[in-house]
């Protein structure tokens, strides 16, 4: 029912930025939840930033003060401004999506490279 894609990926240099970019599509329930998850090869996917319904926000101890997300609820968009990336940044990041009316949805995903 909700599609999801993500976009914005690619290769940076360490220290760089770059801003990732995510929409929903197909639902118009109005009280959602949008974040961003990351996964390396052989390793679990893990939280990077959420932003729920509320307004909050939430990060991964290893990005706060460097990552920001955001949102724009009219276009069901949420955003990851990311700053000072370090190779250890480099994975694959997913959206996610997530509302009590339609259920829990995945994008399929944009690689960040952080390489010298």
């Known amino acids: 029912q909700v ?5 914005g990926g690619g290769w940076v240099r360490p220290g ?8 929903a599509s ?6 959602f939840d949008m974040g961003w998850y990351r996964q390396v090869p052989g390793k679990r ?12 926000t939430h990060y991964a101890d290893s990005v706060k003060g460097r990552f920001t997300v955001s949102r724009e609820n009219a276009k069901k968009m949420v955003f990851l401004q990311m700053n000072s990336l370090k190779p250890e940044d480099t994975a694959t990041y997913y959206c996610n999506y997530y509302s009590d009316f339609d259920g ?8 960040v490279t952080v390489s010298s």
Do not use: H, K, N
């Open 104 to 111: 829990s949805y995945w994008g399929q995903g944009t690689q």
């Open 45 to 56: 996917r893990e939280l990077v930033a959420v932003m729920p319904s509320d307004g909050t």
């Open 3 to 7: 599609q999801v894609v993500e976009s």
């Open 16 to 23: 760089g930025s770059l801003r990732l970019s995510c929409a």
């Open 26 to 31: 197909g639902s118009d329930f109005e009280i």
